[in-house]
């Protein structure tokens, strides 16, 4: 199985908390890191914008992607979510066999 990073932001920690849970509940994913609030500056709808946001880092299998998609935008507030995949090309081995294991239920 292809093992996959999923990077999103929150704009508080209960929301990312709920997301995180429903994620493992769901058995979508093996964990997610909720990291240490920081800031991001991005444009939207022609502002500069600067805000606080909590991320998150979820660890999951690329089979699972379309579901992870569903739940973290059915619960994420903003209008237009990051959320953004990417590859593990390398790891240890029997961390990413437990991310695969995880998420299939073994």
């Known amino acids: 199985m292809e093992i996959i990073l999923i990077i999103t932001n929150f704009p508080d920690k209960a929301s990312a908390l709920k997301v995180a849970q429903q994620l493992i509940e769901d ?7 909720i990291l240490a609030e920081s800031t ?16 998150l880092i979820i660890k999951t299998v690329a089979e699972n992607y379309g579901q992870v998609e569903k ?24 961390y990413l066999q437990w ?8």
């Not at 979510?81 to 240890?92: R, T, Y």
């Open 71 to 94: 739940v973290v935008k059915s619960l994420h507030p903003y209008e237009l979510p990051e959320i953004i995949a990417v590859p593990v090309k390398m790891g240890l081995p029997a």
């Open 27 to 33: 058995r979508l994913a093996a964990c997610v890191n």
């Open 40 to 55: 991001s500056v991005y444009r939207w709808q022609a502002k500069i914008e600067t805000t606080n946001e909590t991320p």
């Open 99 to 106: 991310v695969s294991d995880e998420v299939s239920g073994l």
